[in-house]
């Protein structure tokens, strides 16, 4: 059974410092991999998708990368803002029950991210 | 954003009682999910429909049934909701092709007295 860890579970830093958040999955067997952002009692917002052949995906100041032979991903956040203070998800991507043509996502329990200004 | 509606949004129910929570999307995307978000245990899958008529169990089936007899709409049942029910529920959906990310509703708070 796939599971995904996120560590750590809560960051506070100041505004304008770089930050990584990650992620690590047991089973090397996906798809794909995606980041998401919750905000607080709001539903999930995905910021990236990185396919299982590539490396890395980079979307402004948001940078991930994958590494699929050691079961691990990192979100990297450049210049930290207040307005980035949320709850950051990363889910991987797998074949579902059913077989084949039926995917399936399993999440991490999140790092909760504080950008003090 | 896939266009995806969620309702209701907030639900207050009793032990015993029937709900039914109701999922549209207006994307055409292929695929459905049903999830649950508790404190501590993170989101987990209940239900995904892989196509009209076509849904199978995730890793937090028990007590739920799912219907979906048209691509925009996914239904969730508690037959008879119980306190353990007590969650958020997203739903979210995915166009087919391996590499389409998982779009999410807004979320169904549901408290079960």
């Known amino acids: 059974k796939q599971e995904v860890t996120q560590i750590p579970a809560a960051l506070s830093v100041p505004e304008g410092e770089n930050l990584v958040l990650n992620c690590s999955f047991t089973?090397?067997?996906?798809?794909?991999l995606q980041w998401f952002r919750q905000d607080p009692g709001k539903g999930l917002t995905s910021l990236l998708l990185i396919q299982s052949s590539q490396r890395e995906q980079t979307s402004g100041r948001l940078n991930a990368s994958l590494d699929k032979s050691s079961g691990r991903s990192t979100l990297y956040i450049a210049a930290s803002q207040p307005g980035d203070s949320a709850t950051y998800l990363c889910?991987?991507?797998?074949?579902?029950?059913?077989?084949?043509?039926?995917?399936?996502?399993?999440f991490g329990k999140g790092t909760k991210l504080s950008v003090i200004p | 954003d896939a266009g995806i509606t969620q309702s209701p949004r907030h639900k207050v129910t009793e032990t015993g009682t029937p709900v039914t929570l109701r999922c549209h999307q207006t994307?055409?995307?292929?695929?459905m999910y049903w999830y649950r978000q508790d404190p501590g245990h993170g989101l987990r899958l209940i239900h995904y429909s892989y196509g009209v008529k076509d849904t199978d169990k995730g890793e937090v089936s028990d007590g739920y049934s799912v219907s979906r007899s048209k691509t925009e709409d996914f239904l969730l049942t508690l037959e008879s909701a119980t306190s353990s029910q007590t969650s958020v529920y997203f739903c979210?959906?995915?166009?087919?092709?391996?590499?389409?990310?998982?779009?999410f509703g807004p979320g169904t708070r549901l408290t079960v007295l």
């Open positions: 089973d090397s067997a996906i798809y794909n």
């Open positions: 994307e055409n995307h292929r695929y």
């Open positions: 979210a959906t995915k166009a087919l092709g391996l590499y389409n990310e998982q779009f």
């Open positions: 889910a991987v991507m797998e074949r579902g029950y059913s077989g084949a043509g039926s995917y399936q996502l399993t």
